[in-house]
């Protein structure tokens, strides 16, 4: 079993930047990867940025490619996301996602287990 607990998230004006981290427990994960989703209100949960355990190879949503990264501690067992000239189209809940298959990052099914996800509110 895997525990994930989101943290950073509030409300910040267009333009602001935010630090989301997502720590995770009850396994290790050397061969994992982690990802980030959102979901807007009405709208289905979206990809956002993922990052290999081992390696450190990162994958981006065209949406956020050059204004959010991506990165890990590995002892800590915590995943962050920088995110900055946040627009307010970056407004949702931003979960975290732990995979331990074979598969598209980018597809949502591809992860096993996920966080409570965080509130991230830009105002314009």
């Known amino acids: 079993q895997v525990q994930l607990v989101e943290s950073g998230g509030g409300l910040v004006q267009a333009g602001g930047s935010l630090r989301l981290s997502c720590g995770a427990s009850?396994?290790?994960?050397?061969?994992?990867?982690m990802g980030w989703f959102r979901q807007a209100p009405g709208k289905e949960r979206e990809f956002v940025a993922a990052?290999?355990?081992?390696?450190?190879?990162?994958y981006y949503a065209d949406s956020v490619k050059g204004r959010f990264t991506i990165s890990r501690d590995n002892a800590k067992n915590t995943v962050y996301l920088q995110m900055n000239s946040l627009k307010p189209e970056d407004t949702a809940v931003y979960h975290c996602?732990?995979?331990?298959?074979?598969?598209?990052?980018?597809?949502?099914?591809?992860?096993?287990?996920w966080g409570q996800g965080t509130q991230v509110t830009v105002s314009s």
């Open positions: 990052i290999r355990w081992s390696g450190g190879s990162t």
């Open positions: 009850g396994r290790t994960f050397s061969s994992y990867v």
């Open positions: 996602a732990v995979s331990s298959k074979v598969g598209s990052v980018y597809y949502i099914h591809t992860y096993d287990y």
